[in-house]
């Protein structure tokens, strides 16, 4: 995506913050990490159009940096003509990249909107704005949390890249083998684009098991109990989380994953101790 990149190919993902002090705070973060060259940054989304206005304003201040930034797009809850909207305001502040997804079911009676699977978003970005952006959608080695069983996953996510995706990245997990027997499902069904991983950094036990519990990605169970182990001993559980996710990292490029994106939660340290550990 970019002429400077790292040489492993690294990305990494932000999230909009939600004070003003989290806004400084990710501006150091983004030029912390924007000087490891990465090919690009990504921001996430929230539905509903105060997070809306925020991943813009993040998008813009991230893509400051001079890194070709990526935000993230749903379709359920938008109608088309929202996603028009915000797809011809993208182009005119020079964005060049997104991550199309379905996004989250609305609680309560909201509406799904027009474009339900993740599959019609990404044509009718192609529809819209023609090769104009790089389009990138979500993969889940571990099966989505909604899809009956892996080989229907596999499917769904076939369709996604015929519709026009340049390339995947990954729901985070934590056992290499899943994310190469994705990757083979996949190439069997035809699918040629890079597929790369997703790697969250561990940094806090508590947390990391809520998020994977409400996005189905599995914490081995030898990973759990060496964390429960270290109980509130908040350096142990870097340090123990910096080793287990380098070797992740490490096995992943060996057996040819394309690079790695890293879901950073607007913090620069525990990715950095990663990348060092892999450039080393």
Request: charged residues 25%; hydrophobic residues 40%; contains cysteine.
């Amino acid at each position: 995506m970019s002429s400077h990149e790292h040489p492993l190919g690294i990305s990494f993902e932000f999230f909009p913050p939600n004070t003003d002090a989290g806004r400084d705070k990710l501006i150091h973060v983004r030029d912390e990490l924007a000087a490891r060259k990465p090919r690009f940054f990504s921001v996430t989304y929230g539905a509903g159009g105060s997070t809306q206005a925020r991943t813009r304003e993040v998008v813009r201040a991230v893509s400051e940096s001079g890194i070709t930034t990526a935000p993230h797009l749903s379709c359920i809850g938008s109608e088309k003509a929202q996603l028009r909207d915000l797809l011809a305001q993208y182009r005119e502040e020079g964005v060049e990249s997104l991550v199309a997804l379905r996004g989250d079911m609305p609680s309560g009676m909201g509406s799904i909107g027009e474009l339900r699977y993740a599959n019609e978003l990404v044509e009718f970005i192609r529809t819209e704005t023609g090769d104009h952006f790089d389009i990138a959608v979500a993969a889940y080695p571990e099966s989505h949390p909604q899809a009956p069983n892996l080989d229907k996953d596999v499917e769904n996510f076939a369709r996604k890249m015929k519709a026009g995706a340049n390339m995947a990245i990954t729901q985070y997990f934590f056992t290499a083998d899943a994310y190469f027997n994705f990757v083979d499902k996949a190439r069997a069904l035809g699918v040629k684009q890079p597929i790369i991983p997703g790697i969250m950094p561990i940094t806090n036990y508590t947390k990391l098991a809520r998020f994977s519990d409400a996005c189905g990605a599995e914490i081995p169970r030898w990973i759990r109990k060496q964390l429960e182990s270290y109980g509130d001993d908040s350096e142990a559980i870097a340090a123990f989380g910096t080793d287990v996710v380098s070797r992740l990292c490490q096995r992943l490029l060996d057996g040819g994953a394309p690079g790695l994106h890293f879901y950073t939660l607007n913090q620069a340290a525990p990715v950095l101790k990663i990348v060092d550990n892999l450039a080393g």
